[in-house]
């Protein structure tokens, strides 16, 4: 007879993106920072018994260079090279443990390398680039099934709960050229979109689901709100050397982020799947929580989201790469105070990506032997 968990794994893993914290990373932009669930977003977790262990890693790459303001391109910044260009990798090392065969918590410890290439940060006469690369970040939480797994294999819905710790380095500096005395070079932070950390402490709130629809095919959905009380974090961005109009962004704010996503999910076979869905990654204008002053670029994307899996026993490997639909960079409260000081119209701009590629890799340790189900429902997933 074959087990329960045997039997929800073939039945999560039609979920291809398998909502590793890598795939609920937000898209690829200058104005969205790398950033996952703390709990871990994985379904997989409602597979875990009491004293389970579930360890793996995430890596997401994106190359940002495309800018704009609102919803509108800036075609002529890639034509006449002088797009800002962000590479930005990152490495999510999480475990997962279950506490029981509902409750389950998770600790992730992220590390970035980021690579930012411009001529405006460089004295406007020559591109030059500056990086950063280190520990990010580090989430802890806990989540809930709230339907027994046994009882109901077709559907059930997760919520979480999180703390962002601001362990990433949020002063990270490089070498500016041309921008110090007559024209030297002299180092500076770096831009805020490749700052390892945010400085500040956060929490999130996080929910998943999956839902059986037919033989095979499943629905699914999943997202978080990071809630980043702190306002700003002290660190100049020397923009205010730019223009004086920027002099109210002249510190680093520290912003909320978002992303949700749903899609549909088939079964391939027995160890592959793939699914099809969307995904809307966001830095609101706004914090929910905490003041609004200091520089952030706000931004979102809307993004359609292929994904493919395999797993084979405890073993699981998941791709997916969302491709950006629709990108926007709305008015931001700097842009809107200057705006109404100027009397002149202000929208600053970002750089996003086409695409992101999202890649990740776990093994789950089980404790012991795990449930038999019950014969009515173990062919649930056949």
Known sequence: MKTLHVKLFLGCILFALSFKPSTLNAQGCVAIRHFSSCVGNSLENNLLGKGDLQVGMNYRYFKSFRHFRGTEEEADRVANNTEVINHSHAWDFFLTYGISDRLYTSITIPTVINARSSLYEHGRNERN???????????????????????????????????????????????????????????????QSIQPGDGGFGFTVDFQFYQKITTGLFAYGGGFYLFNPRETNGIRTFRETLSPILENEAIM?????????????????????????????????????????????????????????????????????????????????TDRQTEISTGTPRNGDAAFADYLINFGISYRFPKSRTLEIDPSIRNTFN
């Open 129 to 191: 680039s500056t990086f950063s690369r280190g520990l990010a970040d580090i989430r802890a939480g806990i989540g809930y099934w709230l339907l027994d797994p046994s009882l109901s294999p077709n559907r059930n819905i997760a919520v979480g709960l999180g703390l962002k710790l601001p362990t990433g380095n949020y002063n990270a500096t490089d070498v500016f050229y041309n921008v110090g005395p007559e024209g030297s070079p002299e180092a500076r932070p770096v831009d």
């Open 253 to 333: 704010a520290v912003p909320d982020q978002y992303s949700v996503r749903t899609g549909l999910s088939y079964s391939l076979s027995d160890v592959i799947s793939a699914s099809m869905g969307a995904r809307f990654d966001a830095v609101p204008v706004k914090d929910l929580i905490g003041g609004n002053e200091g520089f952030r670029r706000p931004g979102n994307v809307l993004s359609l989201e292929p994904g493919i899996a395999y797993m084979h026993q405890n073993f699981t490997l998941n791709l997916n790469v969302p491709l950006a639909l629709r990108r926007d960079r709305p008015q931001s409260v």
